[in-house]
């Protein structure tokens, strides 16, 4: 490999890894409070019995909406635990098809809880039909995950972001809609610019504020295979 | 003794009242840091429980607004992340820090030990 080579591999190495860290660490948090929740409902029935057990009225309709209060919890951290097993699956195949309209509602629903703390809401707009492009999967979420970095950045006041995935030609575009301003499609820390950077050279890839939408565009090629028969 | 309990996920508060209220604690709940200040405005608290990241007010904030209104409360931060900056931040601005799950009869500890000191 040459220098320049040895450089993008390791910035999309970095990138790669700081993002698998911010959504491991966000998964685990909503997991605490899941739990810290079911430990606080666990805790009431247990109260409820101990007072029912020291004369106070049965009260069965109580504790049977505690326990489905419970089922609730399991459910949520259950497809939180989903989404973070797909994430890290995506990294099985450096070059695999991939189905981008599932891709996108599986960052989305990953961002969840960063956009709720932004006071945000993005969502995954479902296309019509299949939309699919040869890629590696994991640096393309991790693509699609800085790139609603940068346009949380640059969000509107409705504070709503919506991503659609459409075929384009020889690829896919993931279109970013709700942002203001002028919008910096390089946007958010210098690592992650440069991260950002890096994924989208590797991945033959393109970002850019469509100037008659205010829409960030990001293009996705189908990867060729290198001659050497290597992989990104 | 009158707690306030802050966090944004309003199941976890709401049991963890019930709970308090099972062991003779008068405890009221708010999930966001504006329902917090205007529940502090209409009556005092002897200590509030406090989340330490919640959306829009950080726990370190909303404990700002409320000691402007109640100078003599004291705090108790609550966490679910449990990282190093957290821990740091909790220990030094609050009275005691605690990680998510709480233990109840030791958070009730707590709060009659913050209260009474």
Redesign the interface.
Known sequence: MTSPDVELVRAVSEAGLRFFGVMSASVSHEIRNKLAVINEKAGLVEDIAVAMRSGRAPDPDRLEMQAQRIVDQIRQANRIVRALNRLAHSTDEADATVDVAELVALVVELYGRKAAMAQMVIEAEAPTGEIEVRTNPFLLANAIGLCLDSAMANAGGSRALRVIAEGDGDGVSIRIRGLEGDVDSGGGPATDRAGLGSLLETLGSDLAVDRESGDLVLSIRNLKPRENGSQP | MKVLLVDD?H??VA??A??LA?RGVDAQWATTGRDAVALASRESFDVAVLDV????ISGIQLKKELERIHPEMKFVFVT????EEDFRIGSAEADRYLA???D?ESLVETLKEVVSS
């Open positions: 996920e199941e976890l049991t963890l019930e709970r099972f990241k919640m959306p829009r679910g992340h449990g990282s998510k799950p709480v109840i």
